[in-house]
Structures are given as C-alpha cells and as structure tokens.
C-alpha cells in the first residue's frame, strides 16, 4: 500500500479550482455541484484506526453482506455498518468499522475481508461489537492507487492516504460546468445534475459483489482482472493468481456451484474452479456495451443490462441465458427493464431492482415466460439479497427488509432509513 505514487487527486482539487475561479463572468447562466476534496493522513495513522467503534448513521449505502444473523453494509469508501438482524422486524446498527477507501466485502467464520483502497484486508469478527484488523496484504488492488500520495524522490514512508472527504458546494458559469461534466465527471459517473460523491445459514452478497468466497479462497475482480486469494489460513490471505480477462468494464462477480460468473460492460465469463488457484475460462456472452450483474442457477444465468454514465450505454433488459453448456451460453429470452440493477433468485422468485421503478418480482419457473408477481413501488432500488422468504433490499433513501412468505402479500418488515447530509 505504501508503494504507489500517484497525485490525481491532487490534480482534480487543484483544476477545478483553477476552473472555477478562472470562470468567465459574461456568462449569467450558473451551475453549482458538490466537490469533495482529499483530506490526507499517513498510511500508520489510517490503519490505527481501522477497528470498530459506536454505530454510525447510514448515509451512503453500497455494497452488503450477510452472514448468520448480521448484515454487513457498506458505508461508500468509509466503512462497514455491522447490523444486527436477529429480529428482521426490528434491526439494530451495532457498530461501525472504519475504513476508509472501502467498496466489497466478504464473510467466512469469524473473519471479514475487506477492500481499503489497494489493501486487502483481515479483521477479526468474533467480538462484532470489538472488530480488530489482523493482516494487511499491500497492493494488491493497484487500480485503487489514485487515493494516494507520496512527495518528493518517492519515499515509500512519505506515503499519505484520503482518510476522508471535505464537502465543499462550487458554483461556475454553464460553459465551465459542461466543460468539467465532459471531461471529468462523466468518466466518473458522476450525475447531471451536479452531485459527484466520493469515490459511489452461513454468508452471501449481492449481486453487485466484487467480492466472493467459495471453498478455501476468496476471489476478487478488478476493472480487468480476476484475482484468487488462498485463504486457507483464514488470518493469511495469500494471492496466488492474478488473470488478466482483457477487457477493461469488468464489474461483478457472482458463484455457483463450481462456477463463477463474472459480468463486465460487453458480456458475461463463466469461468470453472476445478483448479481453485487458477479458475480457467470456459465460456463467454457477448452483449452490447451496458452496466451488467449476474447471477446463476442450475441452468441459468439472469443479466440485467442497464445504461448509466460510467457504462456508455442505452440499454435497459433483462436478458435470460441457457448454460446447460457452460462453454456455449445461449440467448433463451429478453425482457425489457426500465433501469436494472442488482438481482436474486430464491427457488421459482426472480428479484430485480429496477431502478426507480422499484423492485419488482417474477416467477421464473419458466423462462420463456416470467410472470411479473408484484411491483414494490416507491424504492430507488440498487440490490438485493433474497433468501428464506425475506428480501434485504439496499435503496437510495435507506435499507429495506421485506417478508415473501405469502409471495402475494409481500410485507416490509423493517427499514434503516438514511441520514442525509
């Protein structure tokens, strides 16, 4: 983690201010957006810290986790929300982890992993309310290597990470904001309309995962690579491959049975783990360039294609695909969504999050012919979980947990609901 060298961030605080103080004041037409600037501190100082400490407000949920009864959500880029779930009608925010730079996660016994910008690392669960980082595996996620920054010859013990970000509104003419929108932000995903956040039973993830375990490894993918870490010794991660999947739009990772289906901007990868250290390619769909989880069953794999300003594309389906031949996946059916995101199957029920349109549920028994049970309105959905009829669901205004049982009376059972800034 202290070996990279990299100053972006320090270019995008300074240009934009150049920008905006430099902006042209002809110009009556204004746009304010929200910057978030770096604020640094020594790699020592940030890993001291990651441990867990009184529960903080959800503000920005991303990716979750859940392993017995505790949900393990995602707090973008600053840590992960341990939540007691024991009562799923009454849910309790126990703890926060703090790490900053945090995207996935992954669960197995008493140990968390956990992305923190280039690191990966081991915490100590046992105590949920007492978490402790055990081991730090450095760089091994060096596309994360633009949060850090390292002065002069390049010193390695110089090395200083973003601990956090400072919110700071920004107003410039219309010419300048277009000409940032085009040339930063939307390589960024940022929205149009201004706001660029911060860099957006046993266990299982969402759809959205990046993370993944299956049998003694955890298995990792990048934007254009798919990593597999021996965790054997579960306190020793040890990355052992690293494959290039040549394609820089990878996104999620997903397993199954021996499989895992890894969904990228242009298609879906099922690669086999007969040989857990070194998965092998086995099979590819193409698509046309969308945003693209995945997830599996027995015969099929389930892609929601969707479009958004970091995938460059229009196209908002459903696409089912037979896999009885893993090494030749066949369009079966297209549905058209309005904007899919994340998914899961529990038996016949297919959920997909379908952006504003909230999350609607299918019986998939036959594919060729979904059935559109119920339509949960008044959710901006982004994933998830659905097993042993209920139905955790990560939203834009708060955490969702809903009760199938009676698949035609779908009951909310509980809701976190977000602190907004």
């Known amino acids: ?145 633009m949060y850090y920054y390292i002065r002069g010859n390049g010193n390695p013990d110089s090395a200083k990470v973003v601990a956090e970000w400072v919110k700071r509104d920004t107003t410039v003419d219309c010419e300048t904001y277009e000409r940032l929108y085009s040339s930063f932000y939307l390589a960024n995903a940022a929205d149009k309309s201004g706001s660029y956040a911060s860099p957006n039973v046993g266990g299982r993830g969402g759809s959205m995962a990046r993370f993944t375990l299956m049998n003694n490894f955890l298995y990792t993918v990048s934007n254009s690579d798919l990593n597999s870490f021996d965790i054997s010794t579960a306190l020793s991660p040890k990355l052992v491959s690293k494959k290039n999947l040549n394609n820089w739009g990878i996104e999620t990772i997903f397993p199954f049975r021996d499989k895992l289906f890894i969904g990228s901007t242009t298609g879906m990868y099922i690669f086999n783990v007969n040989s857990p250290a070194s998965p092998e390619q086995q099979g590819t769909f193409s698509h046309v360039r969308s945003c693209d989880p995945v997830i599996a069953d027995d015969n099929y794999a389930y892609v929601t294609l969707r479009s958004g300003t970091a995938c460059q594309g229009f196209t908002n389906q459903l696409e089912v695909l037979n896999i009885t031949n893993p090494s030749s996946p066949a369009l079966v059916k297209t549905y058209p969504m309005t904007n899919p995101h994340g998914l899961s199957k529990d038996n016949q029920f297919l959920f997909i999050c379908d952006g504003s349109d909230g999350v609607k549920v299918y019986d998939a028994a036959n594919v060729n012919d979904l059935k559109l049970l119920k339509k949960i309105d008044g959710i901006n959905a982004y994933d998830v979980i659905a097993y042993n009829n209920r139905a955790i669901v990560v939203g834009d205004d708060g955490l969702y947990q809903f009760s199938y049982a009676n698949v035609n009376n779908i009951k909310l059972l509980s809701k976190i609901t977000l602190q907004k800034d």
Request: charged share 15%; glycine share 6%.
């Open 1 to 145: 983690m202290t070996r990279i060298n990299q100053r972006l961030l320090l270019w995008i605080a300074s240009a934009v201010l150049t920008i905006t103080l430099g902006g042209c004041l002809k110009d009556n037409c204004k746009r304010t957006y929200t910057l978030y600037l770096p604020v640094y501190r020594t790699v020592a100082e940030v890993r001291a810290q990651m441990k867990s400490g009184t529960p903080q407000e959800v503000k920005a949920p991303g990716k979750l986790y859940i392993y017995n009864n505790y949900i393990f959500l995602n707090e973008q880029q600053k840590g992960i929300h341990i939540i007691d779930n024991t009562n799923p009608a009454a849910p309790r925010n126990i703890a926060f982890i703090n790490i900053p730079g945090n995207a996935d996660l992954a669960v197995k016994g008493n140990i968390l992993y956990a992305d923190a910008y280039t690191d990966l690392v081991a915490f100590d669960i046992s105590n949920p309310q007492a978490v402790v980082a055990k081991t730090f595996v450095d760089g091994v996620f060096p596309h994360r290597a």
